[in-house]
């Protein structure tokens, strides 16, 4: 059983940074590819970042691309997500996405990550 707890979220002016955090539980942290979706209400959850296993691998989605950074730390079994140059449709509920699989490459798809943090809210005032 793997939980998820993020963490960092708030209100922030357009143009302005914030990171977030998901402390995971578990003693296998580094098996596991780590990514954050976020979803607006009425709208369908949509994929922000994923981050392979060691790190060395990170993808994002084209309108965070140059602006979001995805990064991990398996010695604290966290996972980051620092958003700079925000803007108002950047806001929703982060949520953060563990596949503990083991075996599968980083996926923008929701249905390949087993665990999910309860979300943490980003709102971008204008």
């Known amino acids: 059983q793997v939980q998820l707890v993020e963490s960092g979220g708030g209100l922030v002016q357009a143009g302005g940074s914030l990171r977030l955090s998901c402390a995971a539980s578990?003693?296998?942290?580094?098996?596991?590819?780590m990514a954050w979706f976020r979803q607006t209400p009425g709208k369908e959850r949509e994929f922000v970042a994923a981050?392979?296993?060691?790190?060395?691998?990170?993808y994002y989605a084209d309108s965070v691309k140059g602006r979001f950074t995805i990064s991990r730390d398996n010695a604290k079994n966290t996972v980051y997500l620092q958003m700079n140059s925000l803007k108002p449709e950047d806001t929703a509920v982060y949520y953060c996405?563990?596949?503990?699989?083991?075996?599968?490459?980083?996926?923008?798809?929701?249905?390949?990550?087993?665990?999910w943090g309860q979300g943490t809210q980003v709102t971008v005032s204008s």
């Open positions: 981050i392979n296993r060691s790190g060395g691998s990170t």
């Open positions: 578990g003693r296998t942290f580094s098996n596991y590819v």
């Open positions: 996405a563990a596949d503990s699989t083991g075996f599968r490459r980083p996926s923008r798809f929701q249905y390949e990550y087993d665990y």
